[in-house]
């Protein structure tokens, strides 16, 4: 089984944040394969079904951010799944806003939420989808503070950049399908 796995923060609140991109990648991967999140198990809302010949788990962990590698752990240990088989999507300040990148098995690279599930899988050898959101611009040449990033990604998305998101989002749902369908390799080579 594979568990595919949206980060993001759970709340309407939060549901149009720059940090619920992976949520929303999800959510458009499952309507496109027919999957509903119709239950609760390991801190998440998940849903089951098969795509491109995999079983395949989607889960949006309930636990907030900070601590999604509580969820992911959880789900991992119940199912029984390989490190090779999990994949994150998550929102990227270090990629212009709109690209995708497909990794296998990097740092964190300051996002809270792939800490988390490092520190809980005590690995940080797994597939990351990241989905750019661009950083905040500061004035001058003052460097941009933790409390402004914090601010930045927990803020909503402008009208142009919800544009420029809903061009990525079927992107991403196709990088994924091109993941399970012709691996790590075939679909980095197509949509890094």
Do not use: W
């Amino acid at each position: 089984m594979k568990l595919i796995v949206g980060l993001g923060n759970p709340g309407r609140g939060y549901a149009h944040n720059r940090h619920n991109v992976g949520f929303v990648c999800l959510n458009h991967f499952a309507r496109t394969q027919g999957i509903r999140f119709d239950r609760k198990q390991g801190k998440a809302r998940v849903g089951t079904g098969k795509v491109a010949g995999n079983k395949v788990l989607l889960a949006r962990p309930q636990t907030y951010m900070n601590l999604s590698g509580q969820s992911v752990s959880r789900l991992m240990k119940k199912f029984n799944i390989n490190l090779n088989d999990l994949l994150v999507i998550h929102d990227d300040l270090d990629l212009p806003l709109g690209k995708i990148r497909l990794r296998h098995g990097s740092s964190s690279g300051g996002h809270k939420g792939i800490d988390s599930i490092i520190s809980c899988l005590g690995s940080q050898d797994f597939t990351r989808l990241r989905v750019g959101i661009g950083r905040p611009t500061t004035e001058g040449l003052a460097p941009t503070s933790e409390a402004d990033i914090v601010a930045y990604v927990l803020s909503n998305l402008t009208p142009e950049e919800k544009q420029i998101i809903a061009q990525v989002i079927p992107r991403a749902s196709e990088a994924i399908y091109c993941l399970l369908s012709q691996g790590l390799v075939a679909a980095m080579n197509k949509y890094n």
